[in-house]
T-cell receptor, first 114, second 112 residues
Framework: NAGVTQTPKFRILKIGQSMTLQCAQD?????MYWYRQDPGMGLKLIYY???????DKGEVPNGYNVSRSTTEDFPLRLELAAPSQTSVYFC?????????????FGSGTRLTVV | KNQVEQSPQSLIILEGKNCTLQ??????????LRWYKQDTGRGPVSLTI?????NTKSNGRYTATLDADTKQSSLHITASQLSDSASYIC???????????FGTGTRLQVFP
């Protein structure tokens, strides 16, 4: 049982480049999330999805896009990367039984935009 | 404004000692409070989850308490081990959208 798998683990982008952060889960969780973690700050929600074909904005969605074509995958797209997007990105999924149950986080993608 | 504040920001203790981490929140309405452990370079891992009606929850050497009246929680670590070195994050679920609101964490270092 792999849980939540994120790729790549590290990436350096130049300003203006684009990339996709991959996230896959094998627990059949309907709910999936993308967070970013900046130094000294709490995790901030970028986008989330409550099921295949359904996505919604979180707290800090500007500069990002997502899609959810399958239950397993929830990729995060960065268009025209900016230095402000330098951060560690975490994907998470949640047990479908309800809000009380735990979130499972991936190991993160550390992105640097130069 | 919905906020979660943790103290101290960092803590150094010797192996075998106990410690207590604090969390104050202003999230309303309140759904549940979670404590996560985050090792360096890894994602957060759940330690405990408590609802409004629960005032204590244990997970091995970790014991969390919740006082919903004063909106405070604590995480007590007993007989610390070197592997306890990590950031501990308090997370409250609630507010109008029932989303997770993260504290900034307490960085714990355990030395031999």
């Amino acid at each position: 049982n792999a849980g939540v798998t994120q790729t790549p683990k590290f990436r350096i982008l130049k300003i203006g480049q684009s990339m996709t952060l991959q996230c896959a889960q094998d627990m059949n969780h309907n709910y999936m999330y993308w967070y970013r973690q900046d130094p000294g700050m709490g995790l901030k929600l970028i986008y989330y999805s409550v099921g295949a074909g359904i996505t919604d904005k979180g707290e800090v969605p500007n500069g990002y896009n997502v899609s959810r074509s399958t239950t397993e995958d929830f990729p995060l797209r960065l268009e025209l990367a900016a230095p402000s997007q330098t951060s560690v990105y975490f994907c998470a999924s949640r047990d479908p039984r309800g809000a009380y149950y735990g979130y499972t986080f991936g190991s993160g993608t550390r992105l640097t935009v130069v | 404004k919905n906020q979660v504040e943790q103290s101290p920001q960092s803590l150094i203790i010797l192996e075998g000692k106990n410690c207590t981490l604090q969390c104050n929140y202003t999230v309303s309405p309140f759904s549940n409070l979670r404590w996560y452990k985050q090792d360096t370079g890894r994602g957060p891992v759940s330690l405990t989850i408590m609802t409004f009606s629960e005032n204590t929850k244990s997970n091995g050497r970790y014991t969390a308490t919740l006082d919903a009246d004063t909106k405070q929680s604590s995480l007590h670590i007993t007989a610390s081990q070197l592997s306890d070195s990590a950031s501990y994050i308090c997370v409250v679920s609630g507010g109008n959208t029932d989303k997770l609101i993260f504290g900034t964490g307490t960085r714990l270092q355990v030395f031999p």
